[in-house]
């Protein structure tokens, strides 16, 4: 099954916060192998140039470490996966509150409904 | 890298009537896979046939690997065209055989195994097969070469979405990091994620050649999109 991806955004950027996803969700563990790029590029149905640019942008952010011998391997810092996992919660918080914010809550008002829910669902 | 291929000028005048390609010049990179795009009538197919050495320019010129279309660059050029050419009284089996005859590059275990893929029997022949599957066996045998560039015409206009998926699988996977991929198609959007690069074609001119990803940055939406705002009617 190719990976679902949204039609107006950059596709690279949309594989790297999927395999970013991966990582942090523990699909793919610290020290992990990843499979090869034509294999991931197969995989998700796009271009392997595309899937390569997205290997660079997470080697970059040292999320991703290749080894000469050993092909690419998820990162062992605990903490930097910690981050990401941290930046991408951040993000829906975000997004969250901007799509409240249309329906016109303030705040507050968010907040006393997410403990209204959070009781709830216990 | 040196480029795979090199059009200078390239014009085609039909009989009298419409000037099909106009004035085109394009340089084409190995290890990319390109989308042709452009609405009916605009000269894809035009364009497709001067690479392959099936019309003749009327003026300007193609090179393929530095040779102009003929001998040197058919060995080269694997080439789906838009309409199906096998003997519909062949049996599958004997088609694959004639490629394997024909063509050097050929790797008949690879013909094979997708054939399988795709529950196409090899016993059968041609003419029972129906429009989508008798595609599909001819798209196989060009992706069953190895060839320096693939050009194919509308590869999976008639082919059901589920065999559209395993032929890009199959293209993905099985293309050389040297060899480019060339189709044509109004399926943008089936094929748009395995693109690298895109031109778009309008009454015989090349109006853009770009980046899939620095279409869907700049323009905020997918060749797809873009396309239909391009060449609104």
Redesign the interface.
């Known amino acids: 099954m190719?990976w679902e991806?949204n039609?107006?955004?950059?596709?690279?950027l949309q594989l790297v916060e999927r395999i970013q996803l991966q990582i942090v969700s523990g699909y793919y563990k610290p020290g992990d192998k990843l499979p090869s790029v034509?294999e991931l590029?197969?995989m998700?149905?796009?271009?392997?140039?595309?899937m390569q640019?997205a290997f660079t942008e997470l080697e970059r952010s040292g999320l991703i470490i290749t080894q000469r011998t050993s092909g690419r391997l998820v990162t062992e810092d605990l903490k930097m996966i910690k981050k990401i996992q941290q930046d991408l919660a951040t993000e829906q918080i975000v997004a969250f509150f901007e799509k409240m914010k249309e329906l016109g809550y303030s705040k507050e008002e968010i907040v006393n409904l997410m403990q209204t829910a959070v009781r709830e669902v216990e | 890298m040196e480029n795979l291929v090199e059009i200078v000028g390239l014009t085609k005048v039909y009989e009298g009537r419409k000037l099909a390609v106009d004035n085109m010049n394009i340089t084409i990179p190995r290890?990319?896979?390109i989308g042709l795009l452009g609405p009916n009538g605009s000269g894809k197919t035009t364009l497709i046939k001067m690479m392959n050495g099936l019309l003749t320019p009327t003026a300007g010129k193609v090179l393929i690997n530095g040779f102009e279309p003929g001998v040197e660059s058919k060995k080269k050029i694997a080439y789906l065209p838009e309409k199906t050419y096998l003997q519909n009284s062949m049996k599958v089996s004997e088609v694959v055989d004639f490629f394997g005859d024909f063509y050097d590059d050929f790797a008949k275990d690879r013909a094979y195994s997708m054939l399988q893929a795709l529950k196409i029997d090899s016993t059968s022949k041609m003419k029972t097969l129906s429009k989508g599957t008798k595609e599909k066996v001819q798209l196989i045998l060009v992706m069953s070469r190895n060839a320096d560039l693939y050009i194919l015409d509308e590869p999976i206009a008639g082919v059901d979405p589920a065999a559209r998926?395993y032929i890009?699988?199959t293209i993905?996977?099985n293309y050389n990091e040297n060899a480019t991929i060339l189709l044509s198609t109004h399926l943008i959007?089936d094929i748009e994620?395995?693109?690298?690069d895109v031109i778009f074609i309008r009454d015989g001119q090349i109006i853009l050649c770009s980046t899939?990803?620095a279409i869907?940055?700049q323009k905020?939406?997918?060749v797809?999109?873009f396309f239909r705002e391009v060449f609104a009617c």
Do not use: C, F, H, W
């Open positions: 190719a991806l039609q107006d955004r950059p596709i690279y034509r590029a197969a998700a149905s796009v271009n392997p140039n595309t640019k | 290890g990319k896979i998926d890009l699988k993905i996977t959007s994620n395995i693109l690298d899939v990803e869907r940055e905020g939406k997918s797809d999109a």
